[in-house]
Every structure is written in C-alpha cells, then in structure tokens.
C-alpha cells in the first residue's frame, strides 16, 4: 500500500492553488467571490494591481477597494483598456503599454505600472452551459506589477481562473435560473390543486376586483386662504403716493382716509385755472360794459361767455380730482396691503391695486388647479386645504366655482382659478398657504393608478 504524499513532497504553488479552490467553492455569492479573485490571487502570483472587468457592468472589483466608482477617470479608462484586450487577445497572456493603442498607452504611465497580465473568460447566458473554446471573452481579470511576471506561474494562474470561473458561471446559473424554478413550483402547486383553490385564480380574481373598486379621483393644488368679497382700492389717477394712514391689518370704518396721492401738481393747476377764470370773467364785465355803446364790444359776449364755462368746468374737474387723490373707506373691515414703506413715494398708475378691504370672518379657499391636472369638478365638491402652518388640520369647504380659461402664475405655469367657500368658518387668518386636496367623481382604481401615467405617455406617443 503506498504511503500518503506528505506536503513536503508538493510544490507550494499546488497547495495554494488547491487552497484557493477550495474558497471558491465555498463563496456563497457573487460578490464574495469576485473579491477573493482580485485580492487573494497573491498567493500565487504578486502584484500591485488586480481589476475584474465585464462586459456589461464595466470595471466590477478592484484590489483593496470596497466599492469601486464607475464615474470615475481610472475607472473609465480601465474599461476602454479591458474591450481592447478582450477584442484583440482571447487567451491569457502578458502585455505592456506598447500593446494597446497609443491614446490609451499615453495614459498608462499615470495609471499603472509598466507590466500587466490579462486573463479572459467568458460570462453565461441563460440556455447555455458555459464558455467555450475560441468565445469572445465577456469577462477577465487584470494584474499589474511593476516588475516581469514569471512565466512559471502563468499556467497554474490559468488553471486558478479557470477553477474560479467554474465557481463564478455556477453561481451566475444558479441566480439565473431561481425565477424560472420558482414558476415551475407554483406551475405542479396548481395542477396538484383544484381549480377555484389555486393561487393565480386567487391572484386574478382579488387584481379584478380592486381594478374596478370605485376610489374619488382626486388632485393636489397650491392653495391659499384669500378673503371672500374683498373690496379692491386702486389708484384714482395716475401720480404717487404722498402718505399712507393706516397700518397692516389695522380695522377701519367706512369714510376713513386710508392713503393719499400727491397733490402738489393738482393744486398748481387748480390755483392757475382759477385765475384763469377770474380773468374770463372780468373781460366778460368789459365787453359787456362796452356792449352798450359798442355793437362789435356785443357780439363778442357769446365767445366770452363759453370761455367762461370752460374754464369753469377745469375748475370743477381739478377740485374732483383733488378730492380723489384722498383714497376713503368704502366700508367697515379689514385693511390688507404691504408694508407702509414700500408704497410712500412709490409711483402708480390708474387702476393699481394699493390695498383691499375685507371682513376678517369672510374667508375662503383659493387654489390653482394645473392644467394636466384638470378634473371635473363640480359646484359643492369636497376640498381640503392643509396648512403649511398647521398639516395635521384639514380646513373643509365645498368648491363654489372653477374658472373657465387658464391663467398664467407667477411661476410661468397656466392654471384654473378655484375657488371654494369653508364649511365651517374657523379663525384661520388670510394669507395661510397650503396644499388643496381636490376630490372629483368616482372612477375605477385601475384608472385612478393609470390616468397620470397614460396622460405622460400621449404627450409623446401619437396612437
């Protein structure tokens, strides 16, 4: 009986290879064993450098890193190197930089060291076994070292990749393959079951029945509270704004002077019209004294007497106007409008908005309804409002109308106008911002999960 071979009597690179084999058939992963080719392939072979390349993840593995960034420069140039081996080099073999093109060979220098080893391989494909002799390598390992490799080692390096590919194609199969082995689980679960027990008719019949359960189609709109009927004051005239009487949110009484323009212009002209009709009016007395005696002195009283008339009117016309520079309360409420220092000595045009006029209990619900978003709504529909100021409170109100054309937002975007009167009037003050949840008529689930998604596909695909 021979005796048992002793380690003294195997080279060391045997048992390093058997070793290694060894913990490639133990890897429970993929990923387990892509990080034991690119760090513990040093046993046999020294290096500085390993990259595991494939073809359609790029550079997967790199020695010493945990997670490699496929973004970056090394990254990137590495995987222009792989393609280039994998194309023109199918065995394993040595190269260095005068191997490779010359835009990539001026970069090796920055990268690597002077000498590298490519091993190729070839990755699965679902029906096949595996690799095959003389295959387009889908796959392989780098190692770079600043010095020669022994051309010793290269055949048992080959026979390791060759092990550690035998162990990577099992583990790709087997990941592979788990869907189509689970189909066929269920496939002899539902022919050994009678038919009304089976789970795909327990499946189709529950995605049957809540396709079609009815849900409220709803949206969500920027919303805002605004006051009910608010009572807009706007520039009378064109002219600045000499002083405002009145503060933020101040209450106010009907006929309280709330802002005036500047009347310096009014009043020069005011003064000037009427020195030019006491002008009109003491020539008219001349003529008239002169008409006597005079017949021409006569027939000029009739020209004198509408120029009189028109000076008159200018006069009255300026006193109006003066009198509307001074800007009253049309009734009781509140004041709304920006800070008093942003209007004094602004300039304003006829028909302005300044400031609005609003009773602090007559609030309601505005919100603007984009228009890939328009749903019908209806007069009455529910609407709720959440507070950015208060979330977990929804204000209730009932839609009272939803304008008829779209109109452009600050932001650039068209939306509808809604407008929506509160259930129960709270002490929510006006100016709160939110989010309005709009609620539309019942539709099928199936159309409230697809009605976004088809809406985005038809922008861009004509059926």
């Known amino acids: 009986m021979n005796a048992p071979m002793t380690s003294g009597s195997v080279h060391p690179a045997v048992l390093l290879l058997l070793e290694l084999g060894h913990r ?7 990923q387990e064993l892509e990080f034991l080719l690119v760090n513990d392939t040093r046993l046999l072979l020294p290096y500085r450098q390993a990259v595991w390349w494939t073809q359609e993840g790029g550079v997967q593995t790199l020695s010493g890193v945990v997670q490699p960034d496929a973004n970056a420069p ?10 280039h081996m994998a194309q023109h080099q199918p065995r394993l073999g040595v190269f260095t930089a005068a191997d490779v093109p010359p835009d990539l060979a001026a970069q090796w220098s920055q990268w690597w060291p002077a ?8 990755q699965p494909t679902p029906g096949t076994p595996g690799s095959t002799q003389g295959e387009a390598a889908s796959a392989g390992l780098l190692l770079l070292g600043a010095d020669p490799f022994p051309a010793d080692r290269l055949p048992v390096l080959g026979e390791w990749c060759s092990m550690w590919g035998h162990a990577w194609r099992a583990l790709q199969r087997r990941r592979m393959a788990s869907p189509r082995q689970w189909w066929a689980h269920l496939r002899q679960q539902q022919a050994q079951a009678a038919w009304w027990r089976r789970p795909v008719v327990w499946a189709v019949a529950a995605v049957a029945v809540l396709a079609v359960w009815p849900v409220h189609l709803t949206v969500l709109a920027p919303g805002e509270l ?20 009145v503060q933020p949110n101040e209450m106010v009484k009907q006929g309280q002077l709330l802002f005036n323009l500047d009347e310096a212009q009014l009043a020069s002209r005011l003064e000037v019209s009427e020195q030019a ?12 004294q002169l008409a006597l005696g005079d017949v021409r002195s006569k027939s000029q009283l009739a020209a004198l007497a509408g120029k009189i008339g028109e000076r008159r009117a200018e006069q009255a016309f300026l006193t109006e106007q003066r009198q509307r520079a001074q800007v009253l309360a049309p009734h009781d409420g509140m004041v709304l409008f920006d800070a008093p220092s ?14 609005r006029i609003a009773q602090p209990d ?22 709720q409002l959440y507070l950015a100021a208060d979330p977990l409170a929804a204000v209730q109100a009932q839609v009272r109308y939803v304008a008829y054309d779209a109109v452009a937002r600050p932001d650039g975007q068209y939306a509808y106008r809604v407008r929506a009167q509160l259930v129960q009037p709270g002490t929510q003050r006006i100016g709160l911002k939110g989010t309005a949840k709009l609620q539309g008529e019942r539709v099928s689930l199936a159309y409230w999960m697809v009605r976004k998604p088809w809406a985005s596909i038809r922008q861009w695909v004509a059926l």
């Open 24 to 30: 490639a058939r133990q890897a429970q992963t993929v």
């Open 74 to 83: 090394y990254a990137q140039w590495a995987v222009q190197v792989c393609r």
């Open 115 to 122: 000498h590298a080893v490519w091993l190729p391989m070839s």
């Open 226 to 245: 605004v006051a009910a009927q608010p009572a807009v004051l706007r520039a009378p005239m064109d002219g600045v704004v000499e002083q405002i009487h």
């Open 277 to 288: 009709l006491q002008t009109a009016e003491a020539e008219y007395r001349q003529f008239a």
């Open 342 to 355: 942003e209007w004094i000595g602004k300039p304003v045009q006829t028909g302005e908005r300044v400031m």
């Open 362 to 383: 007559a609030v309601e619900v505005e919100a603007w309804l984009p228009i890939g978003d328009a749903i019908a709504l209806q007069p009455g529909a529910p609407v």
